[in-house]
């Protein structure tokens, strides 16, 4: 098996550095392959000054799955994985990737986080709706066999956050399997970043991403308009759909709520989340009925690899 590890990146020289020293030592024969960008903290220049680099793309775009369609598109290997800048892979991570892509379609594993009192791990998650098992993963750390990304034509770049849940569903629409395996470790030293979360972990999905302007770190109208979106998009307008939406906007405001009685947020800010609930929400489900018109086959992809050729500013490759 020949493997591809894709790592995007934005402004993370120090950790992506840490994250390639991993995979020299312990995945020594994988293609690496690197998304920069756009960063200012010469993360080119540290990229391109390493040996174990196979190819570097430099990105004028921001959003993480375009990254990770642009590092698709320049991977060779018969399965590709994709490993978070800010993860380190562990001990036997190879070995669990090769026996679990013999068996699966596409393989994940847990991510270890190392905080001062201990360490807190991931595990494994799964939902049925409308009838299809979906197993998640967390984009940071899975790998697939080449065959099926191609078939799923990558990761839908109109999520800014969710790409990995969204993509989880339409494997579960193509009846691909997916499996999860303790050995397939990353270890994150959680403190060493200021918390820092991977897209697509369990706080970034549950709306802990960026900022709403209140300074909680949570982007609500984002959140909801990926969570509509990609249900929309996938099942269409179901019972199952809309419960599963209000379930999460009752439990924010509830929590949201809470806080204000706490007096850790204030009536205008709990005003204002809801408001961006509801316009994340109205244009999620809007932008979800669209995407499903325009690719009605399983996939249910219509921002995927194979819809645009302009990704990549430059190219380094030194294959």
Request: glycine fraction near 12%; hydrophobic fraction near 35%; include cysteine.
């Amino acid at each position: 098996m020949k493997l591809s590890v894709v790592v995007p990146t934005l402004n993370g020289r120090d950790r992506l550095a840490a994250s390639l020293d991993s995979l020299a030592e312990r995945a020594p024969d994988a293609e690496v392959v690197v998304v920069n960008g756009p960063s200012a903290d010469g993360t080119t220049g540290m990229v391109r000054e390493r040996d174990d680099v196979d190819v570097l793309v430099e990105l004028s775009d921001r959003t993480i799955n375009v990254a990770r369609n642009a590092g698709i598109e320049a991977a060779s290997g018969d399965a590709v994985a994709f490993l978070g800048d800010d993860l380190a892979v562990e001990d036997g991570w190879t070995d669990a990737l090769e026996a679990g892509l013999a068996e699966a379609d596409v393989v994940t594993g847990p991510t270890h986080r190392t905080l001062t009192g201990g360490m807190t791990t991931d595990e494994p998650e799964s939902r049925t709706i409308s009838g299809r098992e979906v197993t998640y993963f967390t984009g940071g750390n899975v790998a697939f066999r080449e065959r099926t990304l191609r078939e799923l034509d990558g990761f839908d770049e109109y999520l800014e956050t969710g790409g990995a849940r969204d993509a989880a569903h339409r494997l579960a629409g193509m009846d691909a399997t997916v499996q999860w395996s303790r050995e397939l470790c990353a270890r994150r030293e959680a403190e060493a970043d200021g918390g820092h979360e991977p897209p697509d972990s369990p706080a970034h999905a549950a709306g802990a991403t960026g900022t709403n302007g209140d300074g909680d770190g949570r982007d609500w109208g984002w959140k909801y308009r990926a969570l509509a979106y990609r249900l929309t998009k996938n099942y269409g307008v179901r019972p199952t759909v809309v419960r599963r939406v209000l379930s999460h906007a009752a439990s924010d405001a509830a929590t949201t709520a809470r806080e204000v009685v706490g007096g850790d947020a204030t009536p205008t800010a709990w005003l204002g989340t809801g408001r961006d609930v509801t316009a994340g929400i109205a244009t999620g489900a809007s932008d979800g009925l669209v995407a499903r018109a325009r690719d009605r086959s399983p996939t249910r992809n219509p921002h995927g690899v194979s819809k645009r050729a302009d990704r990549a500013v430059a190219r380094y490759d030194w294959r």
